[in-house]
Protein backbone atom coordinates (compact mmCIF):
# COMPACT_ATOMS: atom_id res chain seq x y z
CA UNK A 1 0.00 0.00 0.00
CA UNK A 2 1.75 2.78 -1.25
CA UNK A 3 1.60 6.33 0.82
CA UNK A 4 1.31 8.80 -2.20
CA UNK A 5 -2.18 9.88 -2.85
CA UNK A 6 -2.71 10.14 -6.52
CA UNK A 7 -5.95 11.28 -6.02
CA UNK A 8 -7.18 14.96 -5.23
CA UNK A 9 -7.82 15.18 -1.40
CA UNK A 10 -11.86 16.43 -0.86
CA UNK A 11 -13.66 17.46 1.78
CA UNK A 12 -14.27 15.02 4.49
CA UNK A 13 -18.05 15.91 4.59
CA UNK A 14 -18.56 15.02 0.74
CA UNK A 15 -16.85 11.12 1.58
CA UNK A 16 -19.28 8.10 2.04
CA UNK A 17 -19.34 6.11 5.33
CA UNK A 18 -19.51 2.34 5.64
CA UNK A 19 -20.19 1.05 8.62
CA UNK A 20 -18.65 -2.57 9.85
CA UNK A 21 -21.43 -4.48 9.29
CA UNK A 22 -22.50 -7.19 11.93
CA UNK A 23 -20.80 -10.63 11.65
CA UNK A 24 -22.82 -13.50 10.57
CA UNK A 25 -22.79 -16.82 11.83
CA UNK A 26 -21.66 -19.70 9.60
CA UNK A 27 -23.91 -22.58 9.77
CA UNK A 28 -21.51 -24.77 8.18
CA UNK A 29 -17.88 -26.32 9.88
CA UNK A 30 -14.83 -25.36 8.21
CA UNK A 31 -12.40 -27.73 7.12
CA UNK A 32 -9.40 -27.52 8.74
CA UNK A 33 -6.28 -27.25 6.59
CA UNK A 34 -4.12 -30.03 6.30
CA UNK A 35 -0.92 -30.38 8.48
CA UNK A 36 2.85 -30.45 7.21
CA UNK A 37 2.78 -34.10 8.66
CA UNK A 38 0.51 -35.15 5.89
CA UNK A 39 2.41 -33.58 3.09
CA UNK A 40 4.37 -30.83 2.03
CA UNK A 41 3.07 -29.85 -1.26
CA UNK A 42 0.08 -28.05 -2.72
CA UNK A 43 -2.19 -30.12 -5.55
CA UNK A 44 -0.63 -27.56 -8.43
CA UNK A 45 2.95 -28.50 -7.57
CA UNK A 46 3.73 -25.85 -4.77
CA UNK A 47 4.30 -25.35 -1.19
CA UNK A 48 1.60 -23.09 -0.33
CA UNK A 49 1.94 -19.23 0.47
CA UNK A 50 1.19 -20.52 3.79
CA UNK A 51 4.06 -23.30 3.97
CA UNK A 52 1.23 -26.14 3.87
CA UNK A 53 -0.70 -27.36 1.21
CA UNK A 54 -4.16 -26.27 0.78
CA UNK A 55 -7.05 -29.03 1.36
CA UNK A 56 -8.26 -28.45 -2.15
CA UNK A 57 -6.42 -31.35 -3.16
CA UNK A 58 -8.60 -33.62 -1.04
CA UNK A 59 -12.09 -31.92 -2.83
CA UNK A 60 -10.44 -32.33 -6.31
CA UNK A 61 -9.39 -36.11 -5.82
CA UNK A 62 -12.89 -36.59 -4.23
CA UNK A 63 -14.59 -35.08 -7.43
CA UNK A 64 -12.74 -37.23 -9.97
CA UNK A 65 -13.34 -40.41 -8.03
CA UNK A 66 -17.41 -39.87 -7.65
CA UNK A 67 -17.11 -38.64 -11.25
CA UNK A 68 -18.76 -35.08 -10.61
CA UNK A 69 -19.08 -32.32 -13.05
CA UNK A 70 -18.36 -28.98 -10.91
CA UNK A 71 -20.07 -26.21 -12.76
CA UNK A 72 -18.07 -23.46 -14.46
CA UNK A 73 -17.39 -20.38 -12.11
CA UNK A 74 -18.96 -17.51 -13.68
CA UNK A 75 -17.77 -14.23 -12.30
CA UNK A 76 -16.79 -10.42 -13.41
CA UNK A 77 -14.72 -7.81 -11.83
CA UNK A 78 -14.52 -6.11 -10.01
CA UNK A 79 -16.08 -8.27 -7.54
CA UNK A 80 -19.03 -5.88 -5.55
CA UNK A 81 -17.18 -5.74 -2.32
CA UNK A 82 -16.79 -2.79 0.28
CA UNK A 83 -14.53 -0.40 -0.59
CA UNK A 84 -10.88 -1.97 -0.16
CA UNK A 85 -7.31 -2.06 -1.23
CA UNK A 86 -4.83 -4.62 -1.01
CA UNK A 87 -6.51 -7.89 -0.66
CA UNK A 88 -5.11 -10.94 0.14
CA UNK A 89 -6.95 -14.20 0.54
CA UNK A 90 -6.28 -17.51 1.89
CA UNK A 91 -8.26 -20.84 1.18
CA UNK A 92 -8.63 -22.42 4.51
CA UNK A 93 -10.87 -25.70 3.55
CA UNK A 94 -13.93 -24.88 0.94
CA UNK A 95 -13.61 -21.23 2.68
CA UNK A 96 -11.86 -18.27 1.11
CA UNK A 97 -10.91 -16.17 3.89
CA UNK A 98 -10.02 -12.26 3.08
CA UNK A 99 -8.77 -9.09 4.71
CA UNK A 100 -7.74 -5.93 3.21
CA UNK A 101 -7.14 -2.26 3.68
CA UNK A 102 -10.27 -0.92 4.30
CA UNK A 103 -11.86 2.37 4.14
CA UNK A 104 -11.08 5.45 5.15
CA UNK A 105 -7.75 4.49 3.25
CA UNK A 106 -5.98 7.97 4.00
CA UNK A 107 -6.71 10.03 7.48
CA UNK A 108 -7.54 12.40 5.31
CA UNK A 109 -11.01 10.47 4.51
CA UNK A 110 -11.31 9.56 8.26
CA UNK A 111 -10.19 7.35 10.43
CA UNK A 112 -8.97 3.66 9.49
CA UNK A 113 -11.61 1.24 11.26
CA UNK A 114 -9.01 -1.44 12.00
CA UNK A 115 -8.42 -4.55 10.31
CA UNK A 116 -11.62 -6.63 9.05
CA UNK A 117 -11.55 -10.16 8.36
CA UNK A 118 -14.35 -11.58 5.62
CA UNK A 119 -15.46 -15.17 4.26
CA UNK A 120 -16.52 -16.42 1.08
CA UNK A 121 -17.65 -19.69 -0.89
CA UNK A 122 -17.39 -18.77 -4.41
CA UNK A 123 -15.67 -15.33 -4.40
CA UNK A 124 -18.58 -13.67 -5.45
CA UNK A 125 -20.50 -13.01 -1.93
CA UNK A 126 -18.23 -11.65 0.74
CA UNK A 127 -19.58 -11.98 4.59
CA UNK A 128 -18.11 -9.93 7.59
CA UNK A 129 -16.94 -12.35 10.15
CA UNK A 130 -14.84 -10.01 12.22
CA UNK A 131 -12.88 -7.18 13.37
CA UNK A 132 -9.84 -8.84 14.49
CA UNK A 133 -7.82 -5.91 15.54
CA UNK A 134 -8.94 -2.47 16.42
CA UNK A 135 -7.06 0.68 17.24
CA UNK A 136 -5.08 1.32 20.36
CA UNK A 137 -5.46 4.98 20.51
CA UNK A 138 -3.13 5.31 23.41
CA UNK A 139 -0.64 3.07 21.60
CA UNK A 140 1.23 2.65 18.78
CA UNK A 141 -0.90 1.05 16.53
CA UNK A 142 -4.00 4.08 16.21
CA UNK A 143 -3.92 5.20 12.31
CA UNK A 144 -3.53 3.37 9.03
CA UNK A 145 -3.97 -0.21 9.23
CA UNK A 146 -2.78 -0.93 5.83
CA UNK A 147 -2.41 -4.17 4.13
CA UNK A 148 -3.09 -6.87 6.75
CA UNK A 149 -2.73 -10.39 5.66
CA UNK A 150 -3.53 -13.65 6.95
CA UNK A 151 -1.47 -17.24 7.21
CA UNK A 152 -1.81 -20.29 8.67
CA UNK A 153 1.53 -21.17 10.13
CA UNK A 154 2.29 -24.34 12.98
CA UNK A 155 -1.26 -24.76 13.45
CA UNK A 156 -2.38 -21.09 13.79
CA UNK A 157 -3.33 -18.42 12.23
CA UNK A 158 -1.27 -15.57 11.95
CA UNK A 159 -2.62 -11.90 11.01
CA UNK A 160 -0.05 -8.94 10.17
CA UNK A 161 -1.15 -5.62 9.94
CA UNK A 162 0.64 -2.40 9.83
CA UNK A 163 -0.37 0.51 11.54
CA UNK A 164 1.41 4.01 13.09
CA UNK A 165 0.83 6.05 16.19
CA UNK A 166 -0.87 8.94 15.04
CA UNK A 167 -2.54 9.88 11.35
CA UNK A 168 -0.38 11.89 9.05
CA UNK A 169 3.17 10.03 9.90
CA UNK A 170 5.19 8.64 7.32
CA UNK A 171 6.89 5.92 9.41
CA UNK A 172 4.93 2.69 9.68
CA UNK A 173 5.35 -0.16 11.62
CA UNK A 174 4.59 -4.24 12.21
CA UNK A 175 1.65 -5.83 14.28
CA UNK A 176 1.42 -9.22 14.78
CA UNK A 177 -2.10 -11.46 16.15
CA UNK A 178 -2.86 -14.71 16.55
CA UNK A 179 -5.63 -16.98 16.32
CA UNK A 180 -6.67 -20.60 16.55
CA UNK A 181 -9.72 -20.27 14.40
CA UNK A 182 -9.84 -17.53 10.99
CA UNK A 183 -12.96 -16.17 12.12
CA UNK A 184 -11.57 -15.46 15.58
CA UNK A 185 -10.79 -13.97 18.37
CA UNK A 186 -7.27 -12.49 17.34
CA UNK A 187 -5.08 -11.99 19.79
CA UNK A 188 -2.83 -9.21 19.67
CA UNK A 189 1.02 -9.94 20.52
CA UNK A 190 2.12 -6.48 19.68
CA UNK A 191 0.44 -4.86 22.56
CA UNK A 192 3.11 -2.23 24.01
CA UNK A 193 5.73 -2.16 21.07
CA UNK A 194 5.55 -3.00 17.19
CA UNK A 195 7.61 -5.99 15.93
CA UNK A 196 9.67 -3.25 13.70
CA UNK A 197 9.47 -0.52 11.09
CA UNK A 198 7.79 -1.45 7.98
CA UNK A 199 4.80 -1.59 6.15
CA UNK A 200 3.10 -4.28 3.70
CA UNK A 201 4.56 -7.21 5.95
CA UNK A 202 4.47 -11.17 4.54
CA UNK A 203 5.09 -14.34 6.03
CA UNK A 204 6.58 -17.39 4.12
CA UNK A 205 7.52 -20.34 5.56
CA UNK A 206 10.18 -22.64 4.06
CA UNK A 207 10.39 -26.42 3.72
CA UNK A 208 12.38 -26.61 6.47
CA UNK A 209 10.21 -24.98 8.64
CA UNK A 210 11.34 -21.73 9.04
CA UNK A 211 9.25 -18.59 8.93
CA UNK A 212 10.26 -14.93 7.28
CA UNK A 213 9.00 -11.36 7.75
CA UNK A 214 9.04 -9.36 4.35
CA UNK A 215 8.44 -5.81 3.79
CA UNK A 216 8.16 -3.06 1.17
CA UNK A 217 11.38 -1.85 0.06
CA UNK A 218 11.97 -4.65 -0.66
CA UNK A 219 13.60 -6.73 2.48
CA UNK A 220 13.43 -9.52 4.74
CA UNK A 221 14.48 -11.72 7.86
CA UNK A 222 13.92 -14.91 9.68
CA UNK A 223 11.11 -14.64 12.32
CA UNK A 224 10.37 -16.48 15.43
CA UNK A 225 6.81 -16.35 15.69
CA UNK A 226 6.17 -18.29 19.15
CA UNK A 227 8.62 -15.21 20.48
CA UNK A 228 7.19 -12.57 18.05
CA UNK A 229 11.10 -11.38 17.39
CA UNK A 230 13.28 -10.96 14.67
CA UNK A 231 15.96 -13.62 14.36
CA UNK A 232 19.10 -11.81 12.57
CA UNK A 233 19.13 -8.54 10.62
CA UNK A 234 16.87 -7.59 7.94
CA UNK A 235 18.50 -8.93 3.85
CA UNK A 236 17.92 -6.78 1.23
CA UNK A 237 15.41 -8.35 -1.60
CA UNK A 238 15.07 -6.78 -4.60
CA UNK A 239 15.59 -2.63 -5.41
CA UNK A 240 13.73 -0.46 -7.23
CA UNK A 241 14.49 0.32 -10.74
CA UNK A 242 16.00 2.72 -12.67
CA UNK A 243 14.25 6.30 -13.78
CA UNK A 244 11.91 5.67 -17.03
CA UNK A 245 11.10 2.03 -15.73
CA UNK A 246 7.68 1.11 -14.49
CA UNK A 247 9.14 0.35 -10.58
CA UNK A 248 11.81 2.80 -10.50
CA UNK A 249 12.64 6.70 -10.42
CA UNK A 250 11.95 9.14 -7.92
CA UNK A 251 8.80 8.89 -6.15
CA UNK A 252 8.27 5.35 -6.96
CA UNK A 253 8.75 2.76 -4.79
CA UNK A 254 8.46 -1.00 -4.65
CA UNK A 255 6.11 -2.71 -2.34
CA UNK A 256 3.36 -5.46 -1.49
CA UNK A 257 5.80 -8.48 -1.26
CA UNK A 258 4.12 -12.32 -1.37
CA UNK A 259 6.04 -15.35 -1.71
CA UNK A 260 5.52 -18.93 -2.91
CA UNK A 261 7.99 -21.68 -4.14
CA UNK A 262 7.03 -23.95 -7.08
CA UNK A 263 9.40 -26.91 -8.26
CA UNK A 264 12.35 -25.05 -5.86
CA UNK A 265 12.13 -21.73 -7.38
CA UNK A 266 10.98 -19.10 -5.05
CA UNK A 267 8.66 -16.93 -6.43
CA UNK A 268 8.01 -13.14 -5.07
CA UNK A 269 4.90 -10.88 -6.59
CA UNK A 270 5.68 -7.26 -5.79
CA UNK A 271 3.87 -4.18 -7.24
CA UNK A 272 5.00 -0.72 -8.61
CA UNK A 273 3.16 2.37 -9.28
CA UNK A 274 5.60 4.29 -11.84
CA UNK A 275 2.59 3.45 -14.67
CA UNK A 276 -0.46 3.05 -12.64
CA UNK A 277 -0.36 -0.15 -10.36
CA UNK A 278 1.10 -3.15 -11.72
CA UNK A 279 2.62 -6.39 -10.73
CA UNK A 280 5.69 -7.78 -11.63
CA UNK A 281 7.70 -11.56 -10.27
CA UNK A 282 11.19 -11.61 -8.93
CA UNK A 283 12.57 -15.15 -8.82
CA UNK A 284 15.67 -16.99 -6.48
CA UNK A 285 17.03 -20.50 -6.12
CA UNK A 286 17.38 -19.53 -2.39
CA UNK A 287 15.24 -17.44 -0.21
CA UNK A 288 18.37 -15.00 0.86
CA UNK A 289 19.11 -14.70 -2.98
CA UNK A 290 20.46 -13.38 -4.93
CA UNK A 291 16.87 -12.73 -6.97
CA UNK A 292 16.17 -12.22 -10.67
CA UNK A 293 13.05 -9.73 -11.51
CA UNK A 294 11.24 -11.37 -14.68
CA UNK A 295 12.30 -10.47 -18.11
CA UNK A 296 8.10 -9.88 -18.61
CA UNK A 297 7.47 -7.45 -15.63
CA UNK A 298 5.45 -6.05 -15.17
CA UNK A 299 2.94 -9.09 -15.81
CA UNK A 300 -0.85 -8.30 -14.87
CA UNK A 301 -1.85 -4.76 -13.48
CA UNK A 302 -3.04 -1.66 -15.22
CA UNK A 303 -1.82 2.00 -16.61
CA UNK A 304 -2.71 5.71 -15.87
CA UNK A 305 -1.74 8.23 -18.07
CA UNK A 306 -1.09 11.11 -14.98
CA UNK A 307 1.37 8.32 -13.59
CA UNK A 308 3.26 8.14 -16.92
CA UNK A 309 3.56 11.64 -17.21
CA UNK A 310 4.35 12.23 -13.30
CA UNK A 311 6.96 9.70 -13.68
CA UNK A 312 8.07 9.70 -17.36
CA UNK A 313 7.28 6.36 -18.20
CA UNK A 314 5.97 5.24 -20.77
CA UNK A 315 2.21 4.29 -21.44
CA UNK A 316 1.18 1.48 -23.67
CA UNK A 317 -1.95 -0.08 -22.37
CA UNK A 318 -4.39 -0.88 -24.90
CA UNK A 319 -7.64 1.61 -25.28
CA UNK A 320 -10.47 -0.33 -24.53
CA UNK A 321 -8.58 -1.30 -21.04
CA UNK A 322 -11.26 0.59 -18.55
CA UNK A 323 -8.50 -0.09 -15.44
CA UNK A 324 -6.62 2.71 -14.27
CA UNK A 325 -4.85 0.95 -11.14
CA UNK A 326 -4.95 -3.39 -10.56
CA UNK A 327 -2.24 -4.39 -8.21
CA UNK A 328 -0.97 -5.08 -4.61
CA UNK A 329 -1.31 -8.55 -6.06
CA UNK A 330 -1.29 -11.85 -4.03
CA UNK A 331 -1.97 -15.18 -5.26
CA UNK A 332 -3.85 -18.01 -3.79
CA UNK A 333 -5.24 -21.18 -4.63
CA UNK A 334 -8.43 -21.24 -6.67
CA UNK A 335 -11.73 -23.02 -7.06
CA UNK A 336 -9.91 -25.39 -9.77
CA UNK A 337 -6.72 -25.81 -7.38
CA UNK A 338 -4.64 -23.63 -9.42
CA UNK A 339 -2.91 -20.37 -9.06
CA UNK A 340 -5.40 -17.05 -9.10
CA UNK A 341 -4.45 -13.40 -8.05
CA UNK A 342 -5.86 -10.95 -5.79
CA UNK A 343 -5.62 -7.30 -6.28
CA UNK A 344 -7.65 -3.88 -6.01
CA UNK A 345 -8.77 -2.36 -8.94
CA UNK A 346 -9.74 1.23 -9.90
CA UNK A 347 -11.10 2.32 -13.32
CA UNK A 348 -11.27 4.76 -15.45
CA UNK A 349 -13.52 8.05 -13.30
CA UNK A 350 -13.40 6.16 -10.26
CA UNK A 351 -13.26 7.86 -6.33
CA UNK A 352 -10.73 7.20 -4.09
CA UNK A 353 -13.67 5.13 -2.42
CA UNK A 354 -14.14 2.85 -5.50
CA UNK A 355 -11.36 0.45 -5.04
CA UNK A 356 -12.74 -3.25 -5.24
CA UNK A 357 -11.62 -6.37 -4.98
CA UNK A 358 -10.14 -7.91 -8.56
CA UNK A 359 -9.47 -11.76 -9.21
CA UNK A 360 -8.42 -13.50 -11.79
CA UNK A 361 -6.72 -17.43 -12.99
CA UNK A 362 -2.80 -16.83 -13.49
CA UNK A 363 -1.19 -18.78 -16.53
CA UNK A 364 2.07 -20.28 -15.98
CA UNK A 365 4.22 -21.67 -17.95
CA UNK A 366 7.50 -23.32 -17.91
CA UNK A 367 8.47 -21.27 -14.85
CA UNK A 368 6.90 -18.48 -15.98
CA UNK A 369 3.86 -16.27 -15.14
CA UNK A 370 2.78 -15.11 -18.64
CA UNK A 371 1.53 -11.99 -19.36
CA UNK A 372 -1.76 -10.98 -18.86
CA UNK A 373 -4.31 -8.06 -18.58
CA UNK A 374 -7.27 -7.95 -15.83
CA UNK A 375 -10.42 -8.63 -16.87
CA UNK A 376 -14.04 -7.04 -16.62
CA UNK A 377 -16.35 -8.72 -18.95
CA UNK A 378 -18.05 -11.72 -17.91
CA UNK A 379 -15.69 -14.84 -17.26
CA UNK A 380 -16.36 -18.72 -17.12
CA UNK A 381 -13.46 -20.89 -15.95
CA UNK A 382 -13.84 -24.91 -16.12
CA UNK A 383 -13.97 -26.36 -12.58
CA UNK A 384 -11.80 -30.20 -12.63
CA UNK A 385 -14.22 -32.75 -14.41
CA UNK A 386 -14.34 -36.48 -13.71
CA UNK A 387 -11.58 -39.01 -15.96
CA UNK A 388 -13.07 -40.79 -18.86
Known sequence: MRILILFPLLATAALPTFAAPRARADSQMLAAPISQSQTAQGTNGIVTQ?????PVGAQIADTLNTNKVLKPLEY???????????????????????????WSFFEQQGQNPGVKIWSSKDLKRWDFRTMAVLPNFSGWDAARFWAPELHFINGKYWLTYNAMSVAGKT???????????????????????????????????????????????????????ENCKLVGDFFPVIAKGDKGQWDGGDGVG???????KRDGTYYMFYSSWGRGYEVGIATAKNIRGPWTKAANNPFYGAQKIEN??????????????????????????????KLWIASHGYKKGDKIWDAKLVVDPLHFENGIFRTQTPTWTPQSVEMPTAKP
Open 76 to 102: QNPIATEPMRDPQISRFGDTYWMTATS
Open 308 to 337: TQRYGTQYTQAPDVPWTEVGHGSPFEGPDG
Open 50 to 54: DGVAS
Open 254 to 260: IEGPYVI
Open 171 to 225: TQYIGLAVADDPKGPYRKITVDAPLCPGNDAHLFQDDDGKVYLFRSGISASEIDL
